[in-house]
């Protein structure tokens, strides 16, 4: 699995920009599918047979998109203005290289310089506006001839195995969820399942709500990455989560409660097959979940998720082994629920 995580995290996919991901993980998909297809909002609705028919319909779910940005405008000097897509850190995006549009066009990210600053501006954080992307144009014309207003542009960030079994790449979040549902359709399932390879969530859990809409499942897990804060000067009540840990199994987000029998299936999953596990110890952040929960008269939802260091930057570090005791814990999820529905 960690070599199809890596080419998903090597593509190039920003909320509303998603083609070139949705066509590699159609590819890998249509061999092992009943019925595929693509809705109007860019989702991937996928169904496989298993050896049960499903009475409640389950729905698995993970995004495509990654964080990223748009050009705005383009200066007389040639320079690119932008807005960042989804909720990137400004701090980390200083000096990082991009690529823009389909022929991923190189620039840089670049700020008036340091001497040139004053020390009131030296205390906070750049604002977008301070921003602009560099591409070696000459003049606006150029620039021109090379990029548009509302092309896409996003993070370059090779994926790399470093450390103590770690991953560094862009995109992580989520193309670990998706990784994992790719795996398990290849497999022998023991009920049907949809697989919904969502559109937009970095932007508000917006192709969700259409997925859910139109698969009206009864029962979802969402597969997902979540914030780790196990850095130097945290407090530990503040750390969230840890890589390496094992799966984050959610109770409640920023914008989810959870069903409790779901969570407590998951939990005691896990420890009856010794996958190590943790939850998240202070709450906040969000996923499809909250769009899918609330989708016509309602879903039982549950959450798993990878602990990722650097979320929404450049470079984001997880563990291998935390990919892994996802998959094998969502597979055991679809198993317990095969037999209880």
Not at 31 to 54: C, E, F, H, Q, Y
Not at 216 to 226: D, G, Q, S
Not at 275 to 284: G, L, S
Request: aromatic content about 6%; charged content about 25%.
């Amino acid at each position: 699995m960690l070599e199809l995580i890596r080419e998903l995290c090597a593509l190039n996919g920003v909320s509303g920009d998603e083609d070139r991901v949705r066509a590699f993980i159609r590819a890998q998909a249509e061999p092992w599918a009943d019925s595929i297809r693509t809705d109007a909002m860019g989702n991937l609705i996928v169904t496989k047979r298993g050896r049960k028919p499903a009475e409640h319909k389950l729905l698995l779910a993970a995004h495509m998109d990654e964080v990223g940005l748009i050009v705005t405008h383009i200066t007389e000097q040639g320079y690119l203005k932008f807005d960042f897509v989804g909720g990137v850190d400004r701090r980390v995006a200083i000096g990082k290289s991009v690529t823009l549009g389909p022929e991923k066009l190189p620039g840089v990210i670049g700020l008036k310089a340091i001497h040139l600053v004053s020390r009131e501006e030296r205390k906070k954080a750049p604002k977008t506006a301070d921003l602009y992307i560099d591409i070696g144009a000459k003049d606006r014309e150029s620039a021109l001839k090379l990029v548009q207003p509302g092309t896409y542009g996003a993070f370059v960030g090779s994926p790399e195995e470093f450390g103590d079994g770690f991953l560094k790449a862009k995109a992580i979040d989520d193309r670990v969820g998706c990784a994992i549902m790719l795996e398990l359709l290849k497999e022998e399932l023991p009920m049907d399942v949809t697989f919904a390879f969502t559109v937009q969530e970095e932007v508000g859990t917006r192709g969700a709500f259409g997925a859910a809409f139109s698969v009206a499942p009864e029962h979802a897990l969402v597969l997902e990455t979540t914030t780790a804060a196990d850095l130097p000067e945290v407090e530990d009540h503040c750390r969230v989560c840890a890589p390496g840990k094992g799966p984050v199994i959610s109770y409640m987000d920023g914008g989810t409660i959870y069903d409790r029998e779901h969570f407590e299936t998951l939990r005691r999953l896990a420890e009856e097959y010794q996958i190590p596990w943790q939850t998240k110890e202070y709450i906040a952040g969000g996923n499809d979940a909250r769009t899918i929960q609330r989708s016509r008269s309602g879903v039982r939802v549950a959450a798993l998720s990878a602990a990722v260091r650097y979320l929404h930057a450049p470079a984001s570090v997880g563990s291998i082994a935390d990919f892994e005791n996802m998959r094998k814990l969502t597979r055991l999820f679809i198993d317990q629920l095969a037999q209880r529905l």
